[in-house]
């Protein structure tokens, strides 16, 4: 099976017009707090059983399973079992021509290597808290520029479709509370008793996270045809990616797991080029981003020894734990151990 794999790996590589190995920038909440998503965006084989997300193959920061994961169900509909209250009181199925829009977009957020360079926060630990109380999150994005006829032709097929809207936002982020508190359905609402037009449904429905962008030269498409380059690699091409996130370590000689055998695979059996990581716009610590402690970290340790009456700076002054950049030797062969 890993050899078929392999075999399979390498011809969808042949196929690929372009192959890049670029660090992925975001971390996605699993199931339970467990950070998902890649190292690194190598190539992945998505078999027959997939049907979303395929065209990101050849350059991918998720895998067959995230991919297929992917779904609105349990957002604007009762998955169908009765079972939670929150999809209960939702505002019945949208289309499935509206929600392949939706789809498409978090491909994208999740399997495109891009996406990375509108990180929204420096430090992407889960556990650690911002100023205002808030957990950092290494998923959530600032303003990635949405092509306008994505935008567009988004609005056209869910106008409308209805979904739970709580003002004044009347967001996506907002639709749990709104549904959980529905029970007379008066938080249904089509899409265009909300939102005016695909520049309004862009810029507001999904708060920061995207914007409506007119300029084709400086946008982001959402889909691409399976088997072609992933036209956004040559879109904001001056735009760095962050710095990568503390504790986040990419391996470089074996930086891809292989999705049968669960191993790590050398960068060259994942298409990548042997010094991947040194590449221009790799997105590496050794390519000039490298992932530091932001610089509250310290004085927010202080200020909780401080309240507990211990010595502030000698609690908070030890060696850092911030991971060393310089990557450790892996082990000979094609594999090495997970």
Same mark, same amino acid.
């Not at 734990?321 to 997970?338: C, E, I, R, V, W």
């Given at each position: 099976? *890993?050899?078929?794999?392999?075999?399979?790996?390498? &011809?969808?590589?042949?196929? #690929?017009?372009?192959?890049?190995?670029?660090?992925?920038?975001l971390h996605h909440s699993g199931q339970?707090?467990?950070?998902?998503?890649?190292?690194?965006?190598?190539?992945?084989?998505?078999?027959?059983?997939?049907?979303?997300?395929?065209?990101?193959? =050849?350059?991918?920061?998720?895998?067959?399973?995230?991919?297929?994961?992917?779904?609105?169900?349990?957002?604007? /509909? %009762?998955?169908?079992?009765? =079972? %939670?209250? /929150?999809?209960? /009181?939702?505002?019945?199925?949208? =289309? &499935?021509?509206?929600?392949?829009?939706?789809? $498409?977009?978090?491909?994208?957020?999740?399997?495109?290597?891009?996406?990375?360079?509108?990180?929204?926060?420096?430090?992407?630990?889960?556990?650690?808290?911002? $100023?205002?109380?808030?957990?950092?999150?290494?998923?959530?994005?600032?303003?990635?520029?949405?092509?306008?006829?994505?935008?567009?032709?988004?609005?056209e097929a869910c106008k409308d479709e209805?979904?739970?809207?709580? *003002?004044?936002?009347?967001?996506?982020?907002?639709?749990?509370?709104?549904?959980?508190?529905?029970?007379?359905?008066?938080?249904?609402? !089509?899409?265009?008793?909300?939102?005016?037009?695909? !520049? %309004?449904?862009?810029?507001?429905?999904?708060? !920061?996270?995207?914007? /409506?962008?007119?300029?084709?030269?400086?946008?982001?498409?959402?889909?691409? @045809?399976?088997?072609?380059?992933?036209?956004?690699?040559?879109?904001?091409?001056?735009?760095?990616?962050?710095?990568?996130?503390?504790?986040?370590?990419?391996?470089?000689?074996?930086?891809?797991? %292989?999705?049968?055998?669960?191993?790590?695979?050398? *960068?060259?059996?994942?298409?990548?080029? #042997?010094?991947?990581h040194q590449l221009p716009g790799s997105?590496?610590?050794?390519?000039?981003? &490298?992932?530091? *402690? @932001?610089?509250?970290?310290?004085?927010?340790?202080?200020?909780?020894?401080?309240?507990?009456?211990?010595?502030? $700076?000698?609690?908070?002054?030890?060696?850092?734990?911030?991971?060393?950049? !310089?990557?450790?030797?892996?082990?000979?062969?094609? =594999?090495?151990?997970?």
């Amino acid at each position: 099976m *890993a050899l078929l794999h392999y075999t399979l790996l390498l &011809a969808g590589l042949v196929l #690929a017009t372009a192959q890049e190995c670029d660090v992925c920038h975001l971390h996605h909440s699993g199931q339970s707090g467990v950070t998902t998503g890649k190292e690194v965006s190598s190539a992945e084989v998505f078999d027959s059983g997939a049907t979303q997300c395929r065209e990101y193959q =050849s350059e991918s920061c998720c895998t067959q399973t995230e991919a297929s994961a992917i779904t609105l169900a349990g957002l604007f /509909y %009762d998955n169908g079992d009765g =079972s %939670d209250t /929150y999809t209960n /009181y939702g505002c019945g199925p949208v =289309s &499935a021509t509206c929600q392949a829009f939706f789809i $498409d977009m978090q491909c994208f957020h999740k399997c495109d290597k891009n996406a990375g360079k509108f990180r929204k926060f420096e430090n992407c630990q889960a556990d650690t808290v911002q $100023d205002d109380g808030t957990y950092f999150d290494g998923e959530e994005t600032d303003r990635i520029p949405v092509r306008a006829s994505h935008c567009n032709a988004m609005f056209e097929a869910c106008k409308d479709e209805s979904y739970c809207a709580t *003002a004044p936002k009347n967001s996506i982020n907002e639709i749990e509370d709104c549904v959980y508190n529905n029970w007379d359905g008066t938080g249904c609402k !089509t899409f265009k008793e909300v939102w005016n037009d695909g !520049t %309004d449904m862009c810029d507001n429905f999904f708060e !920061t996270s995207v914007q /409506y962008q007119a300029d084709d030269s400086i946008s982001y498409v959402m889909k691409f @045809p399976e088997g072609d380059a992933n036209p956004n690699n040559l879109v904001l091409t001056d735009r760095k990616y962050p710095n990568t996130c503390v504790g986040h370590e990419v391996n470089v000689t074996h930086p891809h797991v %292989d999705a049968y055998s669960g191993q790590r695979v050398t *960068a060259e059996a994942a298409g990548c080029a #042997a010094n991947w990581h040194q590449l221009p716009g790799s997105g590496h610590p050794l390519n000039g981003t &490298a992932g530091t *402690a @932001p610089e509250s970290e310290c004085s927010l340790c202080k200020d909780c020894y401080s309240d507990l009456g211990f010595n502030a $700076d000698a609690e908070c002054d030890a060696p850092s734990s911030a991971p060393s950049q !310089t990557p450790s030797p892996a082990p000979s062969g094609g =594999s090495s151990p997970k």
